[in-house]
């Protein structure tokens, strides 16, 4: 099968014309069984939760990385942390106007970082990640969630996919120590949620009662027979060093 290197883009746009495939904060963090990428979100929704847990309340800055809206805000005003956004659009609404790899914000300005299924999009993912060192406080933590298992998605572009080892080597390549990583999804849940891709290529929204069935059965399957090695994304806490 041959790909248009010149249509890439306008093939995806044509494929979602009508579909609406934007989420609110509440879709992320409580996503519905009825959502055709229920199964990801349910999965890296938990998984972010558990990482933050990780990370001291205290009264903290923090900077969601490629959001405008920040669906964990609640969480994190509820560990002290004041809440601030960047996006790469200027009137999306966010705090401030910035890419991963040159957010424009001071050094060392932020003790938490989230930069969740962003780092894909961009073009340089090694240098976003030395930018995140760059605006962390000293000992400060990062939570970093990436793809494995995806459609292709340019928003506005998309360009990696990462493996468990891929993104540890891309932490410690920009200076910052993996603590703890989760994987979302083993592989049966990976055949569900690549399923309800197909299915929604044909039905869009109106294939919700299909979506929910092929999520109650992949969630259960993916409990049954769980997989590590074999996982549709993967989230990760990471720490900057302390200076000294």
């Known amino acids: 099968m041959r790909i248009d290197l010149e249509r890439m883009q306008d093939d995806f746009r044509i494929a979602q014309s009508g579909k609406r495939s934007r989420h609110s904060p509440a879709d992320r963090t409580e996503p519905s069984l009825f959502q055709y990428d229920y199964l990801l979100l ?35 005003e509820a560990k002290g942390f004041e809440v601030r956004t960047i996006d790469i659009s200027p009137g999306s609404g966010a705090d401030y106007s910035g890419t991963v790899e040159a957010t424009g914000l001071p050094d060392d300005s932020f003790d938490l970082v989230l930069c969740t299924q962003v780092l894909e999009h961009c073009d340089n993912p090694w240098q976003g990640v030395r930018e995140i060192r760059r605006i962390l406080s000293p000992g400060g933590h990062a939570v970093l969630s990436v793809p494995h298992v995806w459609f292709y998605h340019p928003h506005p ?27 979302q999804g083993g592989s049966l849940l990976c055949a569900a949620q690549v399923l309800n891709f197909l299915a929604y290529g044909l039905l869009g929204r109106g294939g919700a009662p299909l979506y929910a069935v092929v999520n109650a059965l992949g969630a259960l399957a993916d409990r049954l027979v769980p997989n590590t090695l074999f996982c549709s994304n993967f989230a990760c806490l990471v720490q900057k060093a302390r200076e000294g």
């Open 42 to 76: 349910n999965a890296l929704s938990r998984d972010i939760a558990r990482l933050l847990k990780l990370v001291p309340d205290r009264p903290a800055r923090a900077l969601d990385l490629g959001s405008d809206k920040c669906p964990y805000r609640s969480w994190l």
């Open 157 to 183: 572009k998309d360009h990696w996919r990462f493996t468990q080892e891929g993104l540890i080597r891309l932490c410690r390549d920009g200076g910052l120590e993996p603590l703890v990583m989760y994987g």
